[in-house]
């Protein structure tokens, strides 16, 4: 594992768009390394339903399609080559329904790389929070621009106290 532990935010890393992370099973020694990217957007298809593709890694450096994630759920691919029973894919659905609450014995390794674009990490913050500091600006774009798309929905203080605490977290 080239990367570091993330000790928070593994949502956020998983689904930034171009995941490469392992979950390490420390009592076992088990451990997966899975890719999770984002579908690139059809012409006005709402941002929350673009899907996510999963992968698994299967050789020194070949991934295997596993599922998709699509509506805040993980669905095994029914054109997976690997079996809904394999542990590698009962280990993902797992993590993905607990990944805001992993116990002291799974670690989750981002593998150096920018969770967003997938460029090398070099800066020492960036390493630490897996992500660039180039796509954690586009990233607060990107979240002020949906938060426009549904202004109507919110009052305009709520949208405020939200954008100032997703603003404020130390992990974006």
């Not at 607990?98 to 969770?115: A, R, S």
Request: hydrophobic share 35%; aromatic share 12%.
């Amino acid at each position: 594992m080239r990367g570091r532990i993330l000790k928070q935010g593994q949502a956020n890393f998983m689904l930034a768009g171009n995941s490469t992370f392992t979950v390490n099973n420390v009592e076992t020694g088990n451990r997966f390394t899975y890719k999770v990217k984002r579908a690139d957007p059809r012409p006005g298809q709402h941002p929350d339903d673009v899907p996510f593709f999963v992968s698994v890694l299967t050789g020194p450096d070949s991934f295997s399609y596993l599922g998709i994630i699509r509506n805040e759920e993980y669905i095994h691919g029914r054109k997976s080559r690997i079996s809904r029973k394999f542990q590698s894919n009962l280990v993902f659905q797992w993590l993905f329904d607990n990944i805001d609450e992993l116990p002291e014995n799974v670690e989750f390794w981002h593998e150096g790389t920018c969770g967003r674009c997938g460029r090398k990490l070099t800066v020492s913050d960036s390493i630490e929070s897996g992500f660039g500091p180039e796509c954690v600006r586009k990233m607060s774009v990107e979240f002020n621009r949906e938060w426009a798309v549904y202004k109507d929905e919110f009052t305009r203080r709520e949208a405020k106290q939200e954008c100032m605490a997703f603003m404020s977290d130390p992990n974006m």
